[in-house]
């Protein structure tokens, strides 16, 4: 019900280009029409980098009823590696490829009460859930967290709608954010959703916060964007003693495209680390287990007895000259 | 304004909005206790309440293997938990516990959809929720309001929810259908206004004036005044409310004491509740009540009207579900119309306008659509 579409490419053309911060432009495309674009979805972006082209994700911020005028807002990223500084390069009247929007952070109807949390450029992936909010007359809060005014996009626009719900939380003003009251004080009595979307230290805080308060984990809703690992993926060697099998994993496949490449009979399903069904035993591993899947919890990840091989990788060992990973596995 | 084409407005078998309210239970059938299965606008719902008595629509399917969850158990302050493998999900539908694993899948979840409690009914927004404003919710308060009493029941009616709609709109029928309690030949006889309002609803006025009044006015007459005998003024004003509430102003007053001037005071003023909820093409859940503004005390009334009532309605379900049997048995003969249809055939170029603007993803229910002002820019 939630797993994404493919994405569809298309063509869209730039029609406005403008700042709305001294690092932030907002940057409003036309595409073929279809359906509004709903709050929490991201269009994926083509970008040229002085490395090539290379895909990004931006939040829509806007969309025309029927989806075929959307705006992103893009903040220019002082580390980028590249695809900010092409996006602010777009003026008016410029072609981008770009997907239709793009489903991993839907709001749901429902919540007994809302907190919208935003800080900085995440601001983008959550103003159209306040709007939302607001149209559907929910019980919410809208908590905007920057580091100085200046840097905050939208500020006006949301004190006008959002009025007395709205929390700014200003660094150099003195009204920063403290993750640690704003989990305690939510109310105990029901439950709440909370919807974030900010620096990744942020998002971790706030989530270690809500674990050890034991608020229920599906009530606090972030974007992932995947789960990235641990290490960047590199190849390495997988056996399977029973079947007389052993194989390379390139750094591009995974595990269980390797092993099906190979001739193994593998079951899996969802082929994002969610459903477990490809669960394997590990009978031993050389070098490091680095496991992206979020069917296994923490302890189990700890153990390395198990790995879901349609995301889990093998990183070489830390000893550069003990050679490339290696993971032998049992059926 | 240029003319119009309209495919779909004299359709036997109407589609439905789905970005629109609907009325789905009376409050008291959905409990904290267990949950309940009805199905919306071709969506098969789960029905149940939190402990802090909140309603909850969620697709009655589980995620994992698609088994009902209306016969499942609740289970803690909101969750309602799969009578196959145990799987839980809160009040948003969002998976919280799954079988023999620590860890819960992040895209497991089933959809949840809006729901409002209001004039004692639950009502759901089958469509994109980002549309649902509360304030869309048809005017049905005479239901909750202290100045009226009353009470109904819910029909299940075999046939497509607008043949109903078209009954409502058009009380010519009552002569022919409700001869026994309602039905006397002025009605057929006298005029009736019809008018688009600037908000989107129509108006439907017909007034009689110093008539007989038939049976069942004639007890209620007597029940604000015992010895009344002789003729009245009686009227009924249809309101029509996008997409499917019909409420009905209807009563009698001694002839010639000012009714039609607004000087009702010698007379007896009821409203007749109607909502109909599309369940499939061919079938709906229909939710009436008959509210009155005297005699409020009186229990004794509210059972007799709801009674009676009960049996009228009895008449047009019998001749509904036979004229939907009749439709689809004739399936190359079309839908003609008669100057009584003016009602009926507003409601069905509403309901068309509101289908045009849900598949341009627009707003729906705004009366520009409604009115069909901007018509011309399609």
Known sequence: ?331 | MSLETHETVTAKIFPHPLNAWYAVAWDHEVTAKEPMSRTIAGKSMVLYRTTDNRPVALADACWHRLAPLSMGTLVGSDEIQCPYHGLRYNSTGRCTSMPAQQTVNPSAMVPSYPVVERYRYLWVWPGDMTLADPDLIPDMSQMSSPEWAGDGETIHAACNYQLILDNLMDLTHEEFVHGASLGQAELSESGFHTKLEDDGSVTVTRWMHEVEPPPFWRRNMRDKFPDFDGLVDRWQIIHYYAPSTICIDVGVAKAGTGADQGDRSQGVNGYVMNTITPETDRSSHYFWAFMRNYRLESQTITTQLRNGVHGVFGEDEVMLQAQQAAIDANPDHEFYSLNIDAGGMWVRRILDRMLAAEERGEDPLSARDLTGIGAAER
Not at chain 1, 55 to 63: G, K, L, Q
Not at chain 1, 127 to 137: D, F, P, S
Not at chain 1, 197 to 213: K, Y
Not at chain 1, 255 to 269: K, R, S, T, V, W
């Open chain 1, 1 to 331: 019900m939630s797993s994404d579409p493919r994405p569809a490419w298309t063509t869209a053309r730039v029609v406005e280009s403008r700042p709305v911060t001294d690092r932030i432009r907002r940057v409003t495309f036309e595409r073929p029409a279809g359906r509004r674009a709903a709050p929490g979805t991201h269009v994926d972006v083509r970008v040229r980098t002085p490395k090539g082209e290379d895909v990004r994700s931006y939040s829509i911020v806007e969309s025309s009823a029927d989806g075929s005028r959307l705006t992103v807002s893009v903040m220019r990223a002082q580390a980028s590696r590249g695809g900010s500084v092409f996006m602010h390069g777009l003026v008016e009247g410029d072609e981008i490829e770009c997907t239709q929007p793009l489903q991993n952070f839907e709001l749901r109807h429902g919540a007994h009460r809302y907190v919208v949390l935003a800080a900085g450029v995440g601001i983008t992936a959550v103003i159209e859930m306040g709007r939302v909010l607001h149209r559907l007359g929910q019980d919410y809060r809208f908590v905007y967290v920057g580091r100085s005014r200046a840097q905050m996009a939208y500020v006006d626009e949301l004190a006008a709608l959002h009025g007395d719900r709205l929390e700014l939380r200003v660094d150099d003003e003195g009204t920063g954010l403290d993750v640690e009251s704003l989990v305690a004080d939510l109310p105990d009595d029901g439950r709440a959703e909370v919807y974030m979307c900010g620096p990744i230290r942020l998002m971790d805080a706030v989530r270690r916060s809500w674990l050890s308060h034991g608020r229920p984990i599906a009530d606090l809703r972030f974007e992932t964007f995947g789960s990235s690992g641990w290490f960047e993926p590199e190849a390495f060697e997988v056996e399977i003693p029973e079947l007389g099998l052993s194989t390379v994993v390139a750094s591009d496949a995974s595990l269980l495209e390797a092993l099906a490449a190979a001739g193994a009979d593998m079951m899996y399903d969802c082929r994002k680390g969610e459903c477990g069904l490809c669960e394997v035993t590990i009978s031993s591993v050389r070098g490091r287990v680095d496991h992206r899947d979020v069917f296994l919890s923490d302890d189990e990840k700890a153990t390395d007895e198990t790995l879901c091989i349609c995301v889990s990788r093998i990183a070489a060992p830390e000893d550069g000259d003990a050679g490339t990973g290696r993971l032998t596995l049992t059926l």
